[in-house]
């Protein structure tokens, strides 16, 4: 039973990635998600997207800023999967980079390097899939899942080099490179994530090639400040044969 679970939720994974751009814009990646894990958790799920405009009424800068340049307006789902009390904590909250597909943007990709970029939105597939399979497994905790979506493309309203971007919490970033537009989604992602309470945020992305040059095309690269956190993630990872390094 528990193979066939992990089967069915990495079989929805793989087929989200595998979509081509062209049929996986970035609204319709948060809406997939959220109807499947709605389908799963029944009552229990709740969820919004926030897209195009008002993505900027609510501040969400990095986002929008990213998506602009597409003809197909940038999305952020909010989900809420909450089997407790309406006041429960959070518990967990999840973040995926929800890339739908990154030509670079005017730091432009060579074709070689932009083939597989239908799969820039693995991170938002991959924390979907395992929201789905421990909802599956009778997840008994409240998890909110935040995905950031986008299309990094290239227009007259495309982001640029020099753009600098004021988040909501204040911060700026100054744009030097349009291809380095994970981080700049994911940002938004990680400050709704922490406005959860939650004490544990897990976020999943394609980020960087400077992670395959670290630790090659075998392993998952992972991060965290907490040494505890890289040690359960490792010894997670074992138990289901895959392998993860630091």
């Not at 405009?53 to 998506?67: D, N």
């Not at 959860?196 to 999943?204: K, L, N, R, W």
């Amino acid at each position: 039973a528990e193979l066939q679970r992990r089967l069915e939720v990495a079989t929805f994974a793989r087929q989200l990635i595998n979509d081509t751009p062209e049929n996986l814009s970035p609204v319709k990646l948060a809406q997939q998600a959220a109807k499947w894990l709605a389908e799963l958790g029944g009552a229990k799920v709740s969820y919004r997207i926030i897209e195009g405009e008002a993505l900027l009424a609510e501040q969400w800068i990095g986002i929008h800023a990213v998506g602009r340049g597409s003809e197909r307006p940038p999305a952020m789902l909010e989900l809420d999967f909450n089997p407790l009390s309406a006041d429960a904590p959070v518990s967990v909250a999840l973040v995926g980079k929800g890339i739908t597909f990154d030509s670079g943007g005017y730091s432009i990709k060579a074709s070689e390097g932009m083939l597989g970029m239908k799969c820039d939105m693995g991170g938002a597939a991959t924390v979907t899939a395992a929201l789905g399979l421990a909802i599956k497994s009778g997840l008994n905790k409240r998890v909110k899942l935040f995905l950031c979506c986008a299309e990094n493309l290239i227009s007259g309203r495309a982001y640029k080099l020099g753009d600098i971007l004021t988040y909501k919490n204040g911060v700026t970033v100054e744009v030097v490179n349009t291809d380095a537009e994970g981080r700049l989604v994911l940002a938004d992602g990680l400050q709704a994530a922490s406005a959860t309470g939650a004490p544990f945020i897990i976020d999943a992305a394609t980020l960087t090639g400077a992670a395959v040059m670290a630790v090659g095309s075998n392993y998952n690269a992972i991060f965290s400040p907490q040494t505890e956190v890289l040690q359960l993630a490792q010894q997670k990872a074992s138990t289901v044969a895959e392998r993860v390094w630091p």
